[in-house]
């Protein structure tokens, strides 16, 4: 079965924090995707990377970056928090570079707290 | 406009009744995918179903059941005899080639099942 772990399940953190949502997969999959979800919002795509070192802009980007150093893992930095990121945050990975062709896994998603 | 739309904010029903889902997608692409995914209260989402752009034949599996009509860009999620375990919100997402290649998800809003015992 694939794997897709977030780092934490809860977080709080503080306005002006810096913040790292770490996420793993243990499946060997090239692409790797943030997402935000928001009630009556959906998912809507932070970021996603289809390769080491490469990244691309999704939907929203603003106010965030990505990290994929590693194949299997992809983090996803708040440079500074503040609290309209208040949210909960989904990693989810796929096994291709034509990601939309394949089915999509998805950690537990991290519910995090701006205060 | 959204180019994924479930009209659907929440549904709610009795068990063992059946429930229909709706997905509606607009694409200007000949070549795409359609995907449901179910999130339980545990949070995490679960694929359900994949289907391309060219295969328009109806799928069931168990109490599941996907009506596919290109004609109305729709994909319809049905559940038969639904149960309390159904309940969940469900994702119908729609992945077409952007500029440079990548086919990228896009979701809808999602639709929240309540089914009461």
Not at chain 1, 3 to 27: A, H, I, N, P, W
Request: aromatic share 12%; proline share 3%; hydrophobic share 30%.
């Amino acid at each position: 079965d694939v794997k897709v772990t977030q780092s934490s399940r809860y977080l709080v953190k503080r306005t002006g924090e810096k913040v790292f949502l770490e996420c793993v997969q243990d499946m060997d999959h090239e692409n790797m995707f943030w997402y935000r979800q928001d009630p009556g919002l959906g998912l809507r795509l932070i970021y996603f990377s289809y390769d080491v070192k490469m990244k691309e802009k999704g939907d929203i980007p603003e106010g965030y970056s990505v990290s994929r150093e590693k194949k299997e893992r992809f983090s996803l930095i708040l440079e500074s928090a503040s609290t309209n990121q208040t949210s909960m945050y989904l990693c989810a990975s796929s096994l291709r570079r034509l990601a939309g062709t394949d089915t999509q896994y998805f950690g537990p998603g991290t519910r995090l707290t701006v205060l | 406009a959204q180019k994924v739309t479930q009209a659907q904010t929440e549904i709610s029903v009795v068990e063992k009744e059946d429930v229909t889902l709706d997905c509606v997608y607009e694409t200007r692409d000949t070549t795409y995918y359609l995907f449901w995914y179910k999130q339980p209260p545990s949070g995490e989402l679960v694929f359900l179903i994949r289907r391309n752009s060219f295969d328009e034949q109806n799928e069931i599996s168990g109490r599941y059941s996907w009506n596919f009509q290109k004609s109305t860009s729709s994909f319809n999620f049905t559940i038969t005899a639904s149960q309390v375990v159904d309940s969940a919100v469900y994702f119908c997402a729609l992945s077409e080639v952007l500029t440079g290649g990548s086919y990228i998800p896009t979701f809808g809003r999602g639709t929240s099942l309540i089914v009461h015992p």
